[in-house]
């Protein structure tokens, strides 16, 4: 009785068109300099991500899937200034990622597809000797740190059975500061593991 109840279970759950998971995964999201500002050396380091995220799936073959998502991101960047090296820095965010997958339904239990995503996020915690460089104690005026950005992800992955692994790069739209820095932003590979129930 309990084997039969297990099998139907597993089978209304692969005929459901929504799923929810929960991820994790290692991040290379770094600050990135474009534009004007002193010359620097931005060298990422290796960050964590989780979250959760609710997914709706439709479609054959060819299938299409909306997947919002609730995420937390430590991020770590070494910077290297013209005469100071070894700068560290850490940004903490809450990220609201919403994800468009095309994918290909190759068996019952492997679906490969590519991603588009676009983002919000807001910054929750940041600190590390490049703050310090930059005068975050407000001393200087005109400081500026802009804790709100969003900005879009591209990638690809797969499901295998209940699982997901899944690869992006990200680029923020709009810079997060600075006075000293005319166009610093993040960017970077994220990679994660997600389990699906």
Not at 61 to 71: D, K
Not at 141 to 158: K, T, V
């Amino acid at each position: 009785m309990v084997l039969l109840w297990v099998l139907a279970a597993t089978v209304m759950a692969q005929q459901r068109p929504w799923r929810i998971g929960v991820l994790g995964g290692v991040n290379y999201i770094h600050l990135e300099n474009y534009g004007k500002g002193y010359y620097s050396d931005f060298e990422p380091k290796p960050g964590y991500t989780f979250g959760a995220f609710f997914r709706y799936t439709w479609g054959g073959f060819l299938n299409y899937s909306l997947e919002p998502g609730l995420q937390f991101t430590e991020s770590r960047t070494e910077v290297d200034l013209l005469y100071i090296t070894d700068c560290l820095v850490t940004i903490k965010s809450i990220d609201l990622p919403v994800s468009f997958k095309l994918g290909l339904k190759l068996s019952k239990i492997f679906r490969p597809y590519i991603t588009g995503t676009v983002y919000a996020s807001y910054v929750v915690g940041s600190y590390g000797s490049f703050w310090e460089v930059l005068d975050v104690d407000h001393t200087q005026p005109g400081w500026h740190f802009n804790r709100f950005y969003c900005g879009l992800a591209a990638g690809m992955g797969f499901d295998l059975w209940k699982f997901q692994v899944d690869g992006r790069y990200r680029w923020n739209l709009n810079r997060i500061n600075s006075d000293d820095y005319k166009a610093l932003r993040q960017m970077g590979l994220e990679l994660t593991l997600a389990f699906l129930f």
